[in-house]
């Protein structure tokens, strides 16, 4: 019991110093738990489950110093620091889900070849197109082809962790565009 509590301490320490093998340590550590409470509290897609999971990691990176051995455990406050971004995300994934109630790209649709299907292919080529060129391959990549981002990290000789920033990054433009050609204004 003493030698986890230190090795917790550890990390803790290492993390505030932004040692970034702190971070592995921390997914080899927690990576379990942390995927399984933000899959609890989050339902969609499985790149949106990633993408939270990420922010997690980003969170308790960057909110290291909120953290209180005297109030909690170093596990307890990472889990807590997990399902409070889950609930947020679900929360933010129901908004979108209403407010465009049905308008959200299909990535199976998308790789049919059904006619019916053609004008979303048309509508989503169109807004690839709006992505620099590296942004548009990452896309049809990962999101089109369903290659994992480990394996487009490991063809690009790049950490996971950055595809999966860029893919993030180019989500946001996406979403932009869209709003943009459906006079939606950002709030």
Known sequence: MEQKKEREED?????REKDERALRD????YGGLLKAIVY?????SPQDREECLDDVLLAIWNHIESFDGERNSFKQWAAAVAKYKAIDYQRRWLREKER??????DTERLRSTDGADSA????AADM?????????????R???EGVPAKEIAAERNVKES????KLSRGRRKLKKIGMTRNGVREK
């Open 128 to 140: 690839l197109e709006q992505l620099p060129e590296d942004e548009r391959k990452l896309f049809e």
């Open 100 to 105: 465009h109630s049905g308008e959200e790209l």
């Open 11 to 15: 990390l803790v320490r290492r993390i």
């Open 120 to 123: 979303a292919r048309s509508n």
């Open 142 to 144: 990962y999101y089109l």
């Open 26 to 29: 921390l997914i080899d550590e």
């Open 40 to 44: 609890r509290h989050l339902s969609g």
């Open 162 to 165: 950055w595809i999966h920033n």
